[in-house]
């Protein structure tokens, strides 16, 4: 266990690493002048030669890397070219309302998708099993982004029960910070349920033929008791494992429901640091957003044993 | 897979085939209405220069009308209605604008699953069967998949500069990863397969392997993955235009028309609310497409799946 344990964590250095380079190439393998690239289609030549010297591009490109790279193993994420301000700063400045709504969101999911996934399984071909199929299928297709109008629409504009703009912080007391993160969260939920709720159909479906189960049935036990405690902790592991790879998902969707109802977080700073070609900023949120991606679906890994006592290592 | 789906059209008088056919659409319902849909918003975007007006024409006496086909169903408003899906911030005609959208989405969509499959298919052959490349190649896919596909795409348009061609090939890198894995998947199985040690110990040379042996079975599971990334792509187009890094903002594709719905949104809903509808239809029809595709091709995953 302990060596398996050591042996994941090792396993995501040379992942990180590709990373790591690619998020460092992408600028030098881009076609054209990296610097020129920054600067963007209305600098000046001295412009373009400020930020060449800044970045230190004017070096090797192995020089810039090695460079690169003993910084970020110093926790230096570089400068902000366009706020002058380090990317460390930026990044903690923005944290609070991407991690709120980045908990919301997991949590909201979770507690939704699979009481409806299990329940779905349970009455197989009933129209409640339908009705979450069609969920989750229209939950996959309607863009976060659209589904964010839709409920700004309905519940901000026409109902007036929650801000439909803006972010409250959690400091400013917690009932206006919970009002103002509800809609961007049950947006970014959708896609994330629908991706849940459909894989624990799916693997309680399968557990479902076991023997065991119809041995627990047999002996009496009740529905809830049989559905919970024997059909769903051996149905855990593919649904802990979609739950990790849904982690992308989110990040991705975090970007758009920021922009969607403009909350200063990551999201923001991302779509900022782009119009804005701050390519330092770039590259370290791809950098943190990829690690926190990582990092979770290893412990979403190393959980499985929790699950399934016969997964031995 | 294929010589199943062969036989479908094999030889027979055209009343037989005319019944094959209607047993197909009755069996697999979802694939037939999708791949309708789809056909017919396919038709609009190619016949868009005879079906709407001038998607550019600006008329600032016209700006923000409501659309007439909300006036119809019983919606008031204080001014006259403008055309079916009204009008937007500089007069112009948000139906024209939202059938010329659906050209850039169908092409990125239809553009990203090509060129990705492609890709994914060429590295995903050579991975399953060559070692070393294999060791190698996974290595950066690994890392590739690491990165959050929007993210990705997004970073890759800030470097590219805004053009359709670019948008294609920034959502088309993030996808590559993953038809590289469904590939090397199908190839690892098939290369253990008897007729292929058959085949390698008769002398075959490695590219007739690949191609003639090997690739055939990867027909099926690639056309239901392609029609996924397709799916993705048109959702990703619109995300990057709506946050401004996609195609050009001149351009009417869903994302820009909805991008500049924003601002208007509280008071004029309908800027947003057409390209945002089209939107959802297009990808959810071509998802349906892809789980009916699933069905139909694989009866086995269809089981697990369901």
């Not at chain 1, 299928?137 to 504009?157: C, D, E, H, K, N």
């Not at chain 1, 902790?233 to 920021?258: D, S």
Request: hydrophobic fraction near 55%; proline fraction near 6%; charged fraction near 15%.
């Amino acid at each position: 266990m302990y060596a398996y344990v050591m042996r994941r964590i090792v396993a995501t250095i040379p992942v990180m690493a590709v990373v790591g380079i690619f998020v460092f190439l992408l600028l030098h393998l881009t076609p054209g002048d990296p610097a020129a690239i920054i600067a963007g289609d209305y600098a000046s030549p001295a412009d373009i030669e400020k930020i060449r010297a800044r970045l230190g591009l004017d070096q090797p490109v192995h020089v810039q890397f090695a460079r690169w790279v003993s910084h970020l193993a110093q926790g230096d994420l570089g400068v902000s070219i366009f706020s002058n301000l380090p990317v460390s700063k930026l990044i903690g400045q923005r944290l609070e309302p991407t991690l709120a709504l980045c908990v919301l969101t997991t949590i909201l999911s979770i507690v939704i998708a699979v009481p409806l996934g299990v329940f779905a399984a349970w009455r197989a071909g009933t129209l409640v099993d339908r009705a979450t199929m069609v969920f989750a299928v229209l939950g996959f297709s309607v863009p976060i982004f659209v589904i964010g109008y839709i409920l700004m629409y309905v519940f901000a504009i026409e109902l007036r029960w929650f801000p439909a703009q803006g972010y409250k912080p959690i400091g400013d007391g917690f009932f206006p910070f919970l009002r103002s993160i509800v809609l961007p969260s049950l947006a970014l939920a959708t896609l994330y349920t629908a991706l849940i709720a459909r894989i624990s159909r799916a693997s309680v479906l399968e557990v479902l033929t076991e023997d065991y189960i119809r041995t627990a049935q047999a002996k009496g036990l009740s529905s809830p008791v049989v559905l919970m405690r024997h059909a769903l902790k051996n149905a855990a592991v593919p649904i802990v494992t979609i739950i990790g790879i849904g982690i992308a998902l989110l990040i991705g969707g975090v970007v758009v429901t920021e922009s969607v109802f403009n909350i200063p977080g990551l999201g923001r700073l991302t779509v900022d640091a782009i119009l804005h070609r701050d390519y330092p900023v770039i590259q370290a949120i791809i950098l943190v957003f990829s690690g926190v991606y990582v990092f979770i679906n290893l412990i979403a890994d190393l959980t499985y044993t929790l699950f399934d006592p016969r997964i031995r290592y | 897979m294929v010589a199943v789906a062969g036989d479908v059209f094999s030889e027979g008088t055209l009343q037989r085939r005319t019944a094959q056919a209607a047993e197909f659409a009755r069996r697999n319902p979802t694939v037939v209405v999708s791949a309708s849909v789809l056909l017919a918003m396919a038709l609009m975007a190619t016949f868009a220069t005879h079906l709407a007006p001038d998607p550019m024409a600006l008329n600032p006496a016209v700006r923000l009308k409501p659309p007439c086909m909300m006036e119809a169903v019983g919606f008031e408003f204080t001014t006259s209605c403008m055309g079916w899906f009204g009008t937007d911030h500089l007069g112009r005609d948000v139906y024209a604008r939202t059938v010329y959208g659906a050209r850039i989405s169908l092409t990125v969509g239809l553009a990203v699953a090509a060129l990705s499959t492609a890709f994914g298919l060429l590295i995903g052959l050579l991975a399953g069967y060559v070692r070393l490349f294999d060791a190698i190649v996974m290595r950066v896919m690994d890392g590739l998949m690491a990165i959050p596909s929007i993210l990705l795409a997004i970073a890759l348009m800030a470097l590219f500069g805004s053009s359709v061609q670019n948008v294609i090939i920034a959502i088309s890198i993030p996808e590559i990863p993953r038809v590289v894995r469904l590939v090397r998947a199908v190839v690892l199985t098939i290369r253990e397969m008897p007729y292929v040690e058959a085949a390698v110990s008769s002398g075959t040379r490695l590219p007739k392997i690949l191609f003639r042996h090997i690739l055939p079975n990867t027909f099926a599971p690639l056309m239901v993955q392609a029609t996924y990334v397709c799916a993705a792509a048109v959702i990703v187009e619109a995300l990057l235009s709506f946050l401004g890094a996609g195609t050009p903002p001149e351009i009417p594709s869903w994302g820009n028309m909805m991008a500049e719905g924003r601002v208007y949104f509280q008071i004029k809903s309908w800027m947003l609310f057409y390209p945002g509808v089209c939107l959802a239809l297009m990808v959810l029809m071509v998802n349906l497409l892809g789980d009916g595709l699933r069905d139909t091709l694989d009866p086995r995953i269809a089981r697990r799946m369901r």
